[in-house]
């Protein structure tokens, strides 16, 4: 018995899978090449030293492989194509575990999106961020350089960046609200925020309140975590707040999570009458309550009421910041202001999950708001998107007069459009992508509505993109509704 | 009936509630301060319009809210300290909040270990991570200016940026990875790898096959996703392979995750034909490995043999690389190459909870790779290491020559240390920490280990760092072995 067929007896391995396994090698060494008549089941026995029935264990598994076959007056011979055998039979079943993955998959509606998104070709009418050449890159690259000294590349604490919660409760006083740095943990923009939340606070199966329709339905993490948003009505002023207590008793919600501030997608602006009020009625019911406000400042004609967290003596709220939407998206920083136990809780997962967001970004961040870069480009921004707020006005009312309905919003970057005619919105969606517009159509922040609806915005497309989207946007519709009569 | 007891009857909030909530507003506001004797129930009903028993709920509620209370031979008053009271009763019950979330927190050492990290005085002798004075970090930001133009501060594409997913590519062919830039997702770190992993690939139950020890027995996230890591034992090459097919029958594990290069905690470089062996065994139980490469560039004699993923012609390796370790960690930045529809799941998952990897950290990445700064960076720290390395050797024979035993890596930052008396490794670790020296008990990566261990890691503390602390560490272990012959 030669070095070659030593079988390895103190092995935990199947003396057949050994066997099993030696012959794949010489297979797949090129050893014994397609065609090959292997040795008989007795030659075999012999070489390794094992009984028969040892062998025919091995061998079976072999053809069952597809790697052996027996041929008539030939006796067993590799198989024709055993690369292949070999490449796919080992290959695993990736569609089995991504289907196992506990996660569920994005709504298709919103992979779609995302995916229209990586075409730069594409016209965004309805993308949730500034136009690229609205951001600060290059200005923001340059400054960096004067601050070198103080960057750190390490691990940062749990929370973030100490001198970055230093800022930012400075920040925050400026809006009312009152954050001792250990109140503030740090994170990779608003959705995280929302992530840990939902990972940290809330258990399967928990209900959570939110304006209908509402960003949250469009963020899939919530319903990955089990957790169900129920829809609160909405009036010009927010949602109703003197519903909250009855919708909590009924589905035993666990958190409201509201958008007071030029809500997405509706535009919104949530009236002080208004805040107080669901303040009230959520310190009542007890009924904890998330404060998005990554818009909160972009106000476009005047200064918005205080956030609800500058009103919260009682720690009954949970505060939402972000610079996605002033600053740049791709920084990839935002915030969560809460009692320090909270805090405490969300930035241990935080930790467990990404061990802290990019030094960098928190870096920039810094920077930008100590300077007072950032309020300097905010004004700019806001003078941007004031002109584009009335130009998009203006084309709505050139091309849709008639057949849509809107109001224009004080802030952010949304106007929430009714289309009057009954038309099917994702046949109207797959349609404007063929002409290569990409539309946000409104069931992704409200699967249950039974209207058509569009989220547009004004912030991304160009002043010529959003005059030729918004034309063929008419022309579209007035197809879809039998209409020949298009106006233009 | 003035319009101050009107109620709104329409209104889906109960009558009652009204009610209450309008004599807390009484309250709050200071109409009716402390002492305050308030209308009977007869009045109240009479000034609302309701029927006494209305009356009777609302008051009820307000006597359990602790706001008002009934005095003998004064009627019903506004109680003492109501402010307190408000306050504290709508205070939401954050630490059941906290108790009720899905997620699991950290152990609760990580969580005193990062906590201790914290103390920018302590005395590292185990953190897993270079120390800053290695970091470029001030070479990085001054880098950054020259390639302004091609910064985007936008969202990214769902796998990240193309130029750094190309980039990649080119670098990873290096180490004969042949992964097209379809096949690579950007991630916030190796970590987050781990946990989109978890979430996207396996479901709640699956078992894991790891060294043991291992990494992945400090990482949470595992655990948080209801996956149960099981270890295989090791040799000075590293996990035994064989041992493999039979502790996937007997666990049913869905996947292998493992650590070739430089181990974390053990600090074992896993030579060419066991890593065979291994993908050998896994293919023939198509077991999908995971093959967490972070420590990879961090060779400090010769370069470790391929990777696993070099080897892996079927699609059965999924890898996973980060700049933690060797750029710098602050940057959150690492990659996954996979098969397409694997990248795809999580790609989808990773834009779900963050929106993708700061920006500024990826272009940071591209860049330094492309201009070869990368590169010049890793011989120096290479240096650096390598000379921290035998410091530590030296160190470690004069202090601890008789009471521990160990062997030195080949690469990355640990020795893996077993003290020879059965010492309580968590009495170690108390004491130490108040002298304030921060040690990586064993335990972290092994729950089951019955020796004490230490990682100690020479990446972090300073030369006379090192002196001290080990100095310390010796004369504490035989202390605590009841030893009085000190070494020193
Ligand atoms: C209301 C709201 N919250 C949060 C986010 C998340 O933004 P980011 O994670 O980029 O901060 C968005 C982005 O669309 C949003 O509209
Ligand atoms: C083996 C291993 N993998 C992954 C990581 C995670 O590193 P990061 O998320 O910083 O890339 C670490 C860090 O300690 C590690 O040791």
Known sequence: MTEEWLLDR????????????????????????VGTKIPTQRELAERFGVNRSTIVYALDELSADGLIQSKVGQGTVVANNTWNVIASARTPDWGRYVAAGAHRPNQQLIQLINKAEENPAI??????????????????????????????LSYSEPRGSLRLRETLSRYLLAKGINAAPSSILIVSGGLQALQLIALGLLHDGSAILTESPS???????VQSAGIRPCGVPMDKDGLLARRLGSMKRKTDAAMLY??????????????????????????HERLPVVEDDVYGDLWLD??????????????????????SKSLGPGLRLGWIVAPVPVIDRLADIKMQTDYGTSALSQHAVAEWLETGRYDEHLSGL??????????????????MGSRAEWSLPQGGFYIW???????????????ALKEGILLHPGSVYDPGLDEPYLRLSYAYASFDQMELGIRRLAA???????????EL
Chains 1, 2 share one sequence.
């Open 10 to 33: 103190s092995s935990d391995t199947p003396l057949y899978q050994q066997i099993h396994d030696r012959i794949v090698g010489k297979i797949r060494s090129g050893a014994w090449p």
């Open 123 to 152: 016209l965004r009418l309805g993308t949730g961020e500034p136009a690229p050449e609205l951001l600060p890159a290059r200005a923001m690259m340059l400054s960096l350089q004067n601050s070198a000294a103080s960057l750190s």
């Open 215 to 221: 960003y949250l339905n469009s963020v899939h993490v």
């Open 258 to 283: 509201t958008i007071p501030a030029f809500h997405n997608p509706t535009g919104c602006l949530m009236p002080a009458a208004r805040r107080e009020e669901l303040l009230h009625v959520c310190m």
């Open 302 to 323: 005047e200064e918005p009421p205080p956030p609800l967290k500058a009103m919260d003596r009682e720690g009954l709220v949970l505060y939402i910041g972000s610079m």
């Open 382 to 399: 806001r003078a941007e998107l004031r002109r584009r707020r009335g130009y998009m006005d203006t084309l709505l009312n050139r091309y």
């Open 417 to 431: 459009l009714r289309i009057r005619s009954p038309i099917q919105v994702r046949r109207l969606f797959d349609l």
């Open 476 to 486: 579209l519709i007035s197809q879809l509704s039998g209409d020949n009569t298009q």
